[in-house]
Nanobody
Framework: ELQLVESGGGLVQAGGSLRLSCAASGFTFDHYAIGWFRQAPGKEREGVSCISGSFGSTWYADSVQGRFTISSDSAKNTVYLQMNSLKPEDTAVYYC??????????????????????WGPGTPVAVSL
């Protein structure tokens, strides 16, 4: 069974940092791309960042470019999202998802999210002033 589990969320002050983890089981990243998404209360889910399994190419939403860094550790079958200079508007539940055909174009199209192969349950991030 393909599974993803996120961890590392929590409460942090504005300007602080968190590192989220997305651990996979039942498959390896070699043939999958992993995306990070977030959903704030009352808002639509949005794509944050993604990394391809084969080449390690990355994509970031404009809102996090320069502050967030996505990386992967194939030995641990885990993808990370390092979040620095956090802002209150980064407050959301963060999810990771995996799909063999996930691309930056997909990250920008919320109506495509339901077709992604596997999702984690999410981890909450709260950024206070």
């Amino acid at each position: 069974e393909l599974q993803l589990v996120e961890s590392g969320g929590g409460l942090v002050q504005a300007g602080g940092s968190l590192r989220l983890s997305c651990a996979a089981s039942g498959f390896t990243f070699d043939h999958y791309a992993i995306g990070w998404f977030r959903q704030a209360p009352g808002k639509e889910r949005e794509g944050v960042s993604c990394i391809s399994g084969s080449f390690g190419s990355t994509w970031y939403a404009d809102s996090v470019q320069g502050r967030f860094t996505i990386s992967s550790d194939s030995a641990k079958n885990t993808v990370y999202l390092q979040m620095n200079s956090l802002k209150p508007e980064d407050t959301a539940v963060y999810y990771c998802a995996a799909d063999q055909n996930l691309a930056p174009e997909t990250m920008r199209l919320p109506y495509q999210y339901e077709y992604l192969e596997v999702w984690g349950p999410g981890t909450p991030v709260a950024v206070s002033l």
